[in-house]
Protein backbone atom coordinates (compact mmCIF):
# COMPACT_ATOMS: atom_id res chain seq x y z
CA UNK A 1 0.00 0.00 0.00
CA UNK A 2 0.95 3.57 -1.19
CA UNK A 3 1.83 5.59 1.87
CA UNK A 4 2.70 8.92 1.94
CA UNK A 5 2.77 9.96 6.13
CA UNK A 6 4.07 13.59 7.41
CA UNK A 7 5.79 14.77 10.09
CA UNK A 8 3.46 16.49 12.77
CA UNK A 9 2.08 20.37 13.59
CA UNK A 10 4.86 22.90 14.34
CA UNK A 11 4.65 26.16 16.06
CA UNK A 12 7.72 28.69 15.21
CA UNK A 13 8.43 32.40 15.44
CA UNK A 14 10.08 34.29 12.48
CA UNK A 15 13.08 33.99 11.76
CA UNK A 16 13.47 30.36 12.78
CA UNK A 17 14.54 27.36 10.47
CA UNK A 18 12.28 24.34 9.98
CA UNK A 19 12.41 21.21 8.14
CA UNK A 20 9.55 19.53 7.69
CA UNK A 21 9.07 15.37 6.28
CA UNK A 22 7.33 13.26 4.54
CA UNK A 23 7.96 9.73 4.73
CA UNK A 24 7.04 7.23 1.97
CA UNK A 25 6.01 3.43 2.03
CA UNK A 26 4.95 1.44 -0.19
CA UNK A 27 6.81 1.83 -3.46
CA UNK A 28 10.26 2.32 -5.00
CA UNK A 29 10.76 6.25 -3.53
CA UNK A 30 13.68 6.70 -6.02
CA UNK A 31 11.44 6.27 -9.11
CA UNK A 32 8.73 8.52 -8.85
CA UNK A 33 9.12 12.01 -8.25
CA UNK A 34 7.71 13.79 -4.93
CA UNK A 35 6.11 17.56 -4.89
CA UNK A 36 5.17 20.15 -2.32
CA UNK A 37 1.77 21.93 -2.33
CA UNK A 38 0.94 24.97 0.05
CA UNK A 39 -2.25 26.26 1.36
CA UNK A 40 -2.41 28.95 3.00
CA UNK A 41 -5.70 29.17 5.90
CA UNK A 42 -8.71 29.81 4.01
CA UNK A 43 -6.92 29.80 0.20
CA UNK A 44 -6.62 27.75 -2.70
CA UNK A 45 -3.59 25.40 -3.50
CA UNK A 46 -0.37 26.44 -4.38
CA UNK A 47 2.32 24.26 -5.90
CA UNK A 48 5.84 24.56 -4.68
CA UNK A 49 8.41 22.27 -6.51
CA UNK A 50 9.21 18.57 -7.44
CA UNK A 51 11.94 16.35 -6.30
CA UNK A 52 12.79 13.29 -7.70
CA UNK A 53 14.77 11.36 -5.23
CA UNK A 54 16.37 9.09 -7.74
CA UNK A 55 18.82 11.91 -8.70
CA UNK A 56 17.73 14.89 -6.71
CA UNK A 57 16.64 16.96 -9.53
CA UNK A 58 14.56 19.31 -8.37
CA UNK A 59 12.16 21.84 -9.88
CA UNK A 60 11.05 25.36 -7.78
CA UNK A 61 7.74 27.26 -8.95
CA UNK A 62 9.18 31.17 -8.82
CA UNK A 63 6.87 32.03 -6.53
CA UNK A 64 8.90 29.76 -4.10
CA UNK A 65 13.03 29.51 -5.64
CA UNK A 66 15.11 31.26 -2.94
CA UNK A 67 12.23 30.73 -0.05
CA UNK A 68 12.36 26.96 0.54
CA UNK A 69 14.72 24.25 -0.39
CA UNK A 70 13.05 20.74 -1.01
CA UNK A 71 15.43 17.72 -0.63
CA UNK A 72 15.13 14.02 -0.28
CA UNK A 73 17.38 11.11 1.63
CA UNK A 74 17.12 7.71 -0.33
CA UNK A 75 18.29 5.73 2.69
CA UNK A 76 14.85 6.45 4.47
CA UNK A 77 12.77 7.06 2.01
CA UNK A 78 11.87 10.63 3.63
CA UNK A 79 11.43 13.99 1.52
CA UNK A 80 12.05 16.98 2.82
CA UNK A 81 10.87 20.66 2.36
CA UNK A 82 12.70 23.00 4.48
CA UNK A 83 13.01 27.02 5.81
CA UNK A 84 16.36 28.88 7.18
CA UNK A 85 14.31 31.83 8.03
CA UNK A 86 10.34 31.69 8.54
CA UNK A 87 7.84 34.52 8.00
CA UNK A 88 4.51 34.96 8.87
CA UNK A 89 3.34 34.87 5.32
CA UNK A 90 4.89 30.97 5.46
CA UNK A 91 1.69 29.75 8.22
CA UNK A 92 -0.26 27.19 5.77
CA UNK A 93 -0.89 24.05 5.22
CA UNK A 94 1.82 22.13 3.29
CA UNK A 95 1.01 19.02 1.58
CA UNK A 96 3.29 16.38 -0.49
CA UNK A 97 2.30 14.12 -2.84
CA UNK A 98 3.30 11.82 -5.63
CA UNK A 99 3.31 12.23 -9.06
CA UNK A 100 2.50 9.48 -11.46
CA UNK A 101 5.18 9.42 -14.47
CA UNK A 102 5.14 12.92 -15.89
CA UNK A 103 1.67 13.11 -15.14
CA UNK A 104 -0.74 14.60 -12.08
CA UNK A 105 -0.40 13.75 -8.51
CA UNK A 106 -2.29 10.72 -7.31
CA UNK A 107 -1.08 10.02 -3.70
CA UNK A 108 -1.08 12.82 -1.03
CA UNK A 109 -0.04 13.16 2.77
CA UNK A 110 -2.08 13.91 5.54
CA UNK A 111 -0.88 17.73 5.52
CA UNK A 112 1.46 19.37 7.87
CA UNK A 113 0.05 22.50 9.30
CA UNK A 114 3.01 24.95 10.03
CA UNK A 115 2.14 27.92 12.43
CA UNK A 116 4.63 31.30 12.30
CA UNK A 117 3.63 33.36 15.34
CA UNK A 118 5.66 36.22 17.24
CA UNK B 1 3.31 30.71 -15.90
CA UNK B 2 0.51 29.21 -17.42
CA UNK B 3 -3.14 30.53 -15.36
CA UNK B 4 -6.15 28.56 -14.71
CA UNK B 5 -8.99 29.93 -13.89
CA UNK B 6 -11.99 28.56 -12.79
CA UNK B 7 -15.80 28.90 -12.89
CA UNK B 8 -17.61 29.59 -10.81
CA UNK B 9 -16.28 30.10 -7.81
CA UNK B 10 -19.20 29.33 -5.50
CA UNK B 11 -21.88 27.07 -6.76
CA UNK B 12 -25.26 25.41 -4.89
CA UNK B 13 -26.34 22.95 -5.80
CA UNK B 14 -29.04 19.94 -4.39
CA UNK B 15 -28.66 16.07 -4.36
CA UNK B 16 -29.37 14.89 -7.22
CA UNK B 17 -28.25 18.00 -9.58
CA UNK B 18 -25.65 17.73 -12.60
CA UNK B 19 -23.69 19.84 -11.26
CA UNK B 20 -20.48 21.42 -14.21
CA UNK B 21 -17.29 23.17 -13.14
CA UNK B 22 -15.31 25.04 -15.90
CA UNK B 23 -11.57 25.69 -16.36
CA UNK B 24 -9.81 27.67 -18.42
CA UNK B 25 -6.06 27.83 -19.16
CA UNK B 26 -4.19 30.94 -20.53
CA UNK B 27 -2.44 29.32 -23.08
CA UNK B 28 -2.87 25.30 -24.61
CA UNK B 29 -1.90 22.46 -22.20
CA UNK B 30 -3.32 19.68 -24.22
CA UNK B 31 -5.10 17.32 -22.20
CA UNK B 32 -2.56 17.63 -19.42
CA UNK B 33 -4.74 18.50 -16.68
CA UNK B 34 -6.03 17.07 -13.63
CA UNK B 35 -9.19 17.50 -10.91
CA UNK B 36 -9.22 16.95 -7.64
CA UNK B 37 -11.35 17.90 -4.78
CA UNK B 38 -10.66 19.07 -0.96
CA UNK B 39 -12.85 18.78 2.39
CA UNK B 40 -12.10 20.88 4.90
CA UNK B 41 -8.90 19.92 6.93
CA UNK B 42 -8.39 16.94 4.35
CA UNK B 43 -5.57 16.44 1.71
CA UNK B 44 -6.94 16.58 -2.09
CA UNK B 45 -8.04 13.73 -3.94
CA UNK B 46 -7.46 12.83 -7.23
CA UNK B 47 -10.87 12.84 -9.61
CA UNK B 48 -9.65 12.82 -13.22
CA UNK B 49 -6.50 12.81 -15.25
CA UNK B 50 -5.44 13.67 -18.48
CA UNK B 51 -8.28 15.59 -18.76
CA UNK B 52 -10.89 12.66 -19.18
CA UNK B 53 -9.64 9.74 -17.67
CA UNK B 54 -11.57 8.81 -14.34
CA UNK B 55 -8.84 8.05 -11.05
CA UNK B 56 -9.50 4.03 -10.11
CA UNK B 57 -12.48 4.20 -7.58
CA UNK B 58 -13.73 6.98 -7.82
CA UNK B 59 -17.52 7.05 -9.14
CA UNK B 60 -18.69 6.88 -12.36
CA UNK B 61 -20.59 10.10 -11.78
CA UNK B 62 -17.44 12.03 -12.48
CA UNK B 63 -16.53 12.82 -15.65
CA UNK B 64 -14.49 15.26 -17.54
CA UNK B 65 -13.67 16.88 -21.25
CA UNK B 66 -11.80 19.28 -23.19
CA UNK B 67 -8.31 20.02 -24.17
CA UNK B 68 -6.38 22.99 -25.29
CA UNK B 69 -8.04 25.86 -23.02
CA UNK B 70 -11.21 24.66 -22.53
CA UNK B 71 -12.16 21.86 -19.67
CA UNK B 72 -14.99 21.11 -17.72
CA UNK B 73 -15.79 18.66 -14.26
CA UNK B 74 -19.12 16.96 -14.58
CA UNK B 75 -20.82 15.75 -11.90
CA UNK B 76 -23.91 13.72 -12.79
CA UNK B 77 -25.62 13.49 -9.83
CA UNK B 78 -24.85 15.37 -6.94
CA UNK B 79 -24.07 12.86 -3.62
CA UNK B 80 -23.63 14.56 0.05
CA UNK B 81 -20.29 13.28 -0.08
CA UNK B 82 -19.67 15.71 -3.19
CA UNK B 83 -20.05 18.98 -1.44
CA UNK B 84 -16.72 20.06 -1.55
CA UNK B 85 -14.19 22.61 -3.09
CA UNK B 86 -12.97 21.21 -6.65
CA UNK B 87 -9.81 22.08 -8.25
CA UNK B 88 -8.36 21.71 -11.73
CA UNK B 89 -4.41 21.89 -12.09
CA UNK B 90 -2.04 21.71 -15.18
CA UNK B 91 0.87 19.47 -15.50
CA UNK B 92 1.57 20.77 -19.08
CA UNK B 93 4.75 22.35 -17.75
CA UNK B 94 6.70 24.21 -15.21
CA UNK B 95 5.39 25.63 -12.90
CA UNK B 96 2.07 23.28 -12.62
CA UNK B 97 -0.63 25.52 -11.63
CA UNK B 98 -3.83 24.89 -9.79
CA UNK B 99 -6.90 27.24 -10.31
CA UNK B 100 -8.91 29.09 -7.54
CA UNK B 101 -10.90 26.63 -7.18
CA UNK B 102 -14.97 26.08 -7.01
CA UNK B 103 -16.73 25.67 -3.45
CA UNK B 104 -19.82 23.32 -3.74
CA UNK B 105 -22.31 24.18 -1.34
CA UNK B 106 -25.71 22.01 -0.40
CA UNK B 107 -28.57 24.73 -1.83
Known amino acids: EVQLVQSGAEVKKPGESLKISCKVS????????IAWVRQMPGKGLEWMGV????????KYSPSFQGQVTISADESITTAYLQWNSLKASDTGMYFC???????????WGQGTLVTVSS | DIQMTQSPSTLSASVGDRVTITCRAS??????LAWYHQKPGKAPKLLIY???TLQSGVPSRFSGSGSGTEFTLTISSLQPDDFATYYC?????????FGQGTKVEIK
Open chain 1, 97 to 107: ARREGSSHMSF
Open chain 1, 26 to 33: GYRFTSFW
Open chain 1, 51 to 58: IYPGDSDT
Open chain 2, 27 to 32: QSISSW
Open chain 2, 50 to 52: KAS
Open chain 2, 89 to 97: QHYNSYPWT
